[in-house]
T-cell receptor
Framework: ELKVEQNPLFLSMQEGKNYTIYCNYS?????LYWYRQDPGKSLESLFV?????AVKQEGRLMASLDTKARLSTLHITAAVHDLSATYFC???????????FGTGTSLTVIP | DTEVTQTPKHLVMGMTNKKSLKCEQH?????MYWYKQKAKKPPELMFV???????INESVPSRFSPECPNSSLLNLHLHALQPEDSALYLC??????????????????FGPGTRLTVL
């Protein structure tokens, strides 16, 4: 079974600080997705990473993918309160036609 | 139109009721999905339709019955649910894989969800 693990599960950080969320997965994949979910709301697509070494940036968020290490990172630069949300990575496997979301990281940015 | 819509927003039903959730998209996507999400958990994939055909059924109980009447619409029929089925039900759509084959997932666009309570 495909396993997708994120760490940390909970993250409380001060405004202005930097931090990285990690997403590890257990199967071969060359596609990884990052989503954001605000409390009580639906999911919003943030990044689509389609190849080894892919890096994408949007505002204070930057995502990268290392398919050899089966690892993706979501780096937060100079956090602001508006970034408070739950962040999920999601992976589809190249075999087995499986798709799973990671465990999620609940981010709280403190003023 | 880059939106996925879902109705109703909230639904309360008894264990003997029959109800349906509806999802609609007009982005020309040929893959549509149903997810179940419990509080503070990641979404769990339930069903995938690709080119209006059911391609993935993740061992979901038969009290959940999906239907894809056309490329824009996706329904989830509910019957004899249990209280543990209470959750947020999310619909999503994406471009499909070639000829509806594997790797149909692609970037998914999610609807606002239906919050279901089973009494």
């Amino acid at each position: 079974e495909l396993k997708v693990e994120q760490n940390p599960l909970f993250l409380s950080m001060q405004e202005g600080k930097n931090y990285t969320i990690y997403c590890n997965y257990s199967t071969t994949s060359d596609r990884l997705y990052w989503y954001r979910q605000d409390p009580g709301k639906s999911l919003e697509s943030l990044f689509v990473l389609l190849s080894n070494g892919a890096v994408k940036q949007e505002g204070r968020l930057m995502a990268s993918l290392d398919t050899k290490a089966r690892l993706s990172t979501l780096h937060i630069t100079a956090a602001v309160h508006d970034l408070s949300a739950t962040y999920f990575c999601a992976v589809d496997s190249t075999t087995g036609n499986q798709f799973y979301f990671g465990t999620g990281t609940s981010l709280t940015v403190i003023p | 139109d880059t939106e996925v819509t879902q109705t109703p927003k909230h639904l309360v039903m008894g264990m003997t009721n029959k109800k349906s959730l509806k999802c609609e998209q007009h982005m020309g996507h040929r893959a549509m999905y149903w997810y179940k999400q419990k509080a503070k958990k990641p979404p769990e994939l339930m069903f995938v339709y690709s080119y209006e055909k059911l391609s993935i059924n993740e061992s979901v109980p038969s009290r959940f019955s999906p239907e894809c009447p056309n490329s824009s619409l996706l329904n989830l029929h509910l019957h004899a649910l249990q209280p543990e089925d209470s959750a947020l039900y999310l619909c999503a759509s994406s471009q499909a894989g070639t000829s509806g084959g594997p790797r149909a997932y692609n970037e998914q666009f999610f609807g606002p969800g239906t919050r279901l309570t089973v009494l």
